[in-house]
């Protein structure tokens, strides 16, 4: 397959993606479009450009861009021209690590919706007790409807199936309790369309979920609106950061402790990786018509390589046509 | 000051009350009004019944209410005994480890809401590594409009003012970004209001506050609507206890394991400490007339003479009458 790398909009410039891109010719047998300052990019390259073509763009978006404007204002920029490629059919994945409005902004606009789809969303994977769970929309749609959040939830599954193997995932709503009565007008009707969805065998909808489950693995895909979502997301992640650095105070307190953590360093390690969102990889957009990962703004080789190897899945997974299926049984 | 403790709402029974009771007596100088089932209280108290009184309540209200139907079906049931005294002024203030949805529908309507606000709303004290935050709304009111959150931010203002003796407390909107434009309509209205009443030198509105900079305490005061709350707390809570218990199962590997934990113990206990709900107290019910506070189910008698201490300084510390002073001015 053909994979567009836009090489330009990450934290650490043009080296991880260069690297990245080397790497996933060599270890799996991509080819990949290098999007960004062609003179930068092949200078990183020194003979080692087979399987990877350049593609020149002047431009960069970066974070204070805002998402409507990027299309018309950075037409040359890295992101604009990954995308564009996209759209006109000269690969089958983009990886990003841009500015996460714009990207999801561009995909909307330049690659487009699977017929069928309302909105495109964005999934993160969230480390739990029990593996992983997708958490989706976590700040694409602040206001959603009864349909967004039903096609959410078979996005996140089809999505999840592909990526975790999983044959069925269980898919459950966020909300503020647990019976079917809890949350507002959208919690409620969307509760009913999944529950009669489930009896009719359509999908694994195991009910809601509380935010006190989500650590333990309560559901493989998690559905909410994007307001709510970044806040569960973002919530998580901080809670995990803290605590993680308040044990490395706590060991570091003296010549004890300090052995203590010596005794404790496979566990410590164990733990840090399993709360480590780079060792998750990238948050995928759902619902655009060909596969879109946005990686870490930080992203590094490892992490950008990472995000590679899960636009192979998400699109030799072939998720984009089962999203478009099942849809399609839906509208 | 005159406290009113709901006896038989909790999950260990009327036994931590009882005892709580007699400590607020006499450690703090309380005069205690215990309600519930009479003879099994005055059996507890044995002799030791100076400066308690004890109003009999044939009727339980478990989880399993609800909360709009408790104060006709369960007339006589602890909580809402206790609530009609309050209303009637034979106490200053009440604690109860009951159902939360029963106790705010219950205070709101017997006790009934400060003039002018629209809705009361349920507050928790999250530990960060800043101290505290106070985050309301956490459950009460699942939609929410400009108004309330705002009345909100006044509300928790005041309370953690006289809770935590900070003079000026800050308070941030909980958003899905920093910037002023984000969030849905009622982010950003209630964004307006806050920053003009800053300026205006009302009340210390620091901005947005993601999720991300929670744990850090980015804020002494954190508004949002119920649902999203409820979902926030329960997330916090719930990865700080996986986290916890994670810690744990890395500490009982081995011996080489035990002898860390044995170095790092009084690390251990300060961070369990700080992540436990326990040690915090009791959530305040705000814009009720008078002081409730809703104990945790699972309250032990420590826990109980803790909310109780909270309700003492609810009451002396001036809360409701600050908080209807700052709203007359706004309504």
């Given at each position: 397959m053909k994979l567009i790398l836009d090489a330009m909009s990450?934290?650490?410039?043009?080296?991880?993606?260069?690297?990245?891109?080397?790497?996933?010719?060599?270890?799996?047998?991509l080819e990949v479009t290098l999007v960004g300052r062609e003179a930068e990019i092949r200078e990183k390259l020194t003979g080692r450009n087979a399987g990877i073509t350049v593609v020149n763009a002047s431009e960069v978006v970066d974070m204070h861009d805002a998402p409507t404007t990027v299309i018309r204002q950075k037409k040359d920029s890295s992101m604009v021209v990954a995308l564009n490629l996209l759209a006109a059919g000269e690969g089958d994945a983009l990886v990003s690590c841009g500015n996460t409005g714009a990207l999801l902004t561009g995909a909307t606009l330049l690659v487009k919706r699977i017929k069928g789809v309302r909105r495109a969303c964005l999934a993160a994977m969230m480390p739990t007790g029990a593996g992983h769970s997708l958490l989706l929309d976590c700040g694409a749609n602040a206001e959603c409807t009864t349909e967004y959040l039903t096609q959410f939830a078979y996005m996140g599954y089809h999505y999840y199936r592909t990526e975790k193997g999983v044959d069925r995932p269980t898919v459950g709503l966020l909300n503020n309790g647990a019976e079917e009565s809890k949350g507002t007008d959208l919690q409620k009707e969307t509760y009913a369309v999944l529950k009669a969805d489930a009896d009719a065998g359509k999908i694994n909808f195991i009910g809601n979920?509380?935010?006190?489950?989500?650590?333990?693995?309560?559901?493989?895909?998690?559905?909410?609106?994007g307001f709510t979502g970044n806040l569960v997301l973002k919530t998580y992640e901080g809670v995990g950061l803290y605590l993680v650095s308040q044990m490395k105070a706590m060991f570091k307190k003296g010549p004890f402790t300090m052995l203590a953590a010596l005794l404790v360093k496979s566990g410590l390690m164990d733990l840090k990786k399993r709360m480590d969102y780079k060792e998750v990889g990238g948050a995928p957009l759902l619902g655009i018509s060909k596969p879109v990962i946005k990686a870490h703004g930080g992203s590094d080789e490892i992490a950008l390589f990472g995000a590679i190897r899960q636009a192979v899945r998400y699109t030799e997974g072939g998720v984009v046509e089962a999203i478009a299926a099942s849809l399609r049984a839906e509208v």
């Open positions: 990450g934290d650490l410039g043009s080296a991880p993606a260069v690297e990245a891109a080397v790497r996933a010719v060599q270890e799996l047998g979920v509380e935010g006190r489950d989500i650590a333990q693995g309560a559901a493989n895909v998690l559905v909410v609106d």
